[in-house]
């Protein structure tokens, strides 16, 4: 979902028929990186002609050179050097190149910039368009590239050839960027200087702009048919807004944006219950609720939060926090609008992808702190594309920080864990012939006292409960499985996503599990805004703070049941344009409208995104009509609330 979140619908108090109900797509810009942002070609040339003197051989014919860019490096090699890409040769070179890049190319990337690159791109941010990369170079040099040459802020979404099975002119990466976006061909274009990137747009169903200024020459250009053809970045961007019909937005979405934007209220109440206003905004607005209605639940859970109680107003800054103190308070529940001050102004420095990537990584290791709801804050915002939002999430996640100590994490061994589900099968197995011994175990320990978690979360009992195991941990808390380190994280979460709906089906309606679906929606946007290198251990984050979750529950999901249900849904698949689905989705939102306990709007909106991701996997379908009910408060609250 974009900033543009939601186009007018005529239904004024629920949901309205699928076929009238429609979310404002996400509008992106898929851009090639060498000689479409940067004129890197000639530095190419140079630094193919290092690696070639390196390897003692004669350097190639420029001209063939450049016929190779838009490739990946062991195509470009198997072909210059007449040898299949599996050749020891082709390796040895990539090397070379490689070190030549880093020499050759990084050190002057600024000058390389094309004339209105910088300057266009934050107009197609501005407009609410969505910028993005897919290039033939690996996902690491060309994060370099971007970064050298100051572009990294302005782009979302990243792919290098690394990240696909089929670099381009395959349609894959430009389809991978529209799934971890989920937008649709239809509202996207790509941009780039030669036929790969111009095969691989139509080849996918984008629009395409060809601009003539890099390597391959307007004839050949335009001899695949592109839809623009453009000599400037300038031009570029013009035919982009033209084929995305950009604007800044029907007022409806603006009026979404305005409750999303709001700084006037706390970002939680009584004590340590969390806000989560901003959450069932941005789900009512995915789900394509009329924006009249969505404001009418915001004001009413403002006036009347479903415990009882009305949302606090926002509590001035107490203090300066800056980029010298600002570990001193992690999870020290202080002064949450001075952490707010702090990544403003940091964002305003660093642009909000700098911002993701010089922060987060730090506070990946305390998702779990307020019940998760902070992660959800961060990763819901991103989802929502609004500013606001994206940095109160990172502040709630210092404000709120309990730490799932990942550097206690040592790799297993254990045989037949090969995916998210056999290892939770496991540890349930575990728990099972254990049950009374670790059972007890927990209750000693959620009993005890300790210094490091803050005294506000004793009275919301869940919370301290998370935080003594969390500090504590148990061995099987801390092993990371094979598939954390062996698969690509986008498996990972499409995995675990399906292992947590099991998990919730197995309690249909529990709180906890419910925030670990939520959370997870959340944790994968988070993770698609961080480099490449910090997206596996945002999984393994995850996995560790789940656990975590689990084992301070005092139970364990039997195993047979998860089994059971597991192989209920294996295999078990809708036919999305089957209109009985459809008519069964808008049941799940009409009921989640009218429900004042928004967790329910949350699970319907991520469990339907699952469900679209999946190709229609039942399961998903079936989660989201197991509605939760506000919990009763512990008798803790009869106390009042320690900060």
Not at 154 to 168: C, E, M, N, S, Y
Not at 454 to 468: K, M, N, T, V
Not at 502 to 508: C, F, G, I, K
Request: glycine fraction near 8%.
């Amino acid at each position: 979902m974009n900033t543009t979140m939601v186009q007018t619908v005529a239904a004024t108090t629920s949901a309205v028929p699928s076929g009238a109900r429609e979310t404002a797509p996400a509008r992106v810009a898929m851009f090639d990186l060498d000689g479409t942002l940067v004129d890197s070609p000639r530095a190419i040339v140079e630094a193919f002609a290092a690696a070639f003197e390196a390897m003692g051989l004669a350097p190639r014919d420029p001209e063939d050179v450049r016929a190779t860019i838009g490739l990946p490096l062991e195509q470009a090699f198997g072909k210059l050097l007449g040898v299949p890409h599996d050749d020891p040769s082709v390796a040895d070179g990539v090397a070379r190149y490689q070190e030549a890049f880093r020499t050759l190319i990084l050190p002057r990337a600024r000058s390389l910039v094309f004339p209105g690159v910088p300057e266009g791109l934050a107009e197609l941010r501005r407009r609410g368009v969505v910028v993005t990369v897919a290039t033939s170079k690996f996902h690491a040099s060309a994060d370099a590239l971007l970064t050298a040459a100051g572009l990294r802020d302005h782009i979302t979404t990243l792919v290098g050839a690394d990240d696909v099975t089929h670099p381009k002119p395959h349609p894959e990466s430009g389809l991978l960027i529209l799934g971890r976006l989920g937008a649709r061909p239809e509202h996207a274009v790509m941009v780039g200087d030669t036929t790969h990137d111009l095969k691989m747009a139509a080849a996918a169903g984008l629009a395409s702009v060809a601009v003539t200024y890099g390597v391959h020459e307007r004839s050949a250009l335009e001899a695949v048919s592109p839809t623009y053809v453009a000599d400037t970045f300038a031009r570029a961007v013009e035919q982009i807004l033209t084929v995305l019909a950009a604007d800044d937005g029907p007022a409806d979405a603006r009026t979404v944006e305005d409750l999303l934007d709001d700084d006037t209220h706390h970002i939680e109440f009584n004590g340590h219950l969390t806000n989560h206003v901003k959450h069932a905004v941005v789900a009512l607005a995915g789900l394509g609720v009329d924006p009249g209605r969505i404001r009418a639940y915001h004001d009413n859970y403002i006036a009347f939060t479903p415990y009882g109680c009305r949302v606090e107003p926002a509590r001035p800054p107490q203090r300066v926090i800056d980029d010298g103190n600002w570990l001193e308070f992690l999870g020290r529940r202080e002064d949450f609008a001075a952490y707010c001050a702090f990544f403003d102004r940091r964002e305003r420095e660093l642009g909000m992808a700098g911002l993701l990537r010089h922060y987060v990584p730090r506070l990946l290791a305390g998702w779990a702190g307020a019940l998760q709801h902070a992660t959800i804050h961060l990763g819901w915002a991103l989802d929502a594309g609004n500013r606001r939002m994206t940095i109160e999430g990172i502040a709630y996640l210092a404000f709120a920080y309990v730490d799932c100590h990942p550097e206690r994490a040592l790799p297993s061994d254990a045989p037949g864990t090969d995916l998210p589900g056999d290892s939770l099968l496991r540890i349930a197995r575990h728990w099972e012939e254990n049950q009374p011994r670790l059972g007890a175990w927990v209750e000693d320990l959620v009993d005890g006292r300790s210094d490091g978690i803050h005294p506000e979360l004793l009275r919301s009992g869940l919370q301290y409960r998370i935080a003594r195991m969390l500090g504590e941990g148990h061995p099987l808390m801390h092993e990371t499985p094979s598939w954390i380190t062996a698969q690509d994280p986008d498996t990972s979460w499409d995995q675990l996503a399906h292992l947590v709906t099991v998990l919730y089906l197995t309690e249909p309606g529990d709180f906890l599990l419910l925030h670990l679906v939520t959370a997870l929606h959340a944790m994968r946007h988070i993770a698609d805004a961080l480099p490449a290198e910090e997206r596996r251990r945002a999984v393994a984050c995850y996995w560790t703070g789940v656990l975590g979750v689990l084992f301070s529950r005092g139970h364990f999901v039997a195993p047979a049941k998860l089994t059971a249900i597991d192989s209920l849904f294996d295999g078990a698949l809708d036919d999305p344009d089957d209109p009985r689905w459809a008519r069964e989705w808008d049941w799940h939102i009409a009921r989640a409208v009218e429900e004042e306990e928004e967790h329910n709007t949350k699970l319907v909106y991520v469990m339907r995104e699952l469900w679209h991701r999946s190709g229609g996997r039942s399961v998903y379908r079936v989660a989201a009509g197991q509605f939760t009910t506000t919990p009763e408060l512990p008798a803790t609250f009869e106390h009042p609330p320690a900060a």
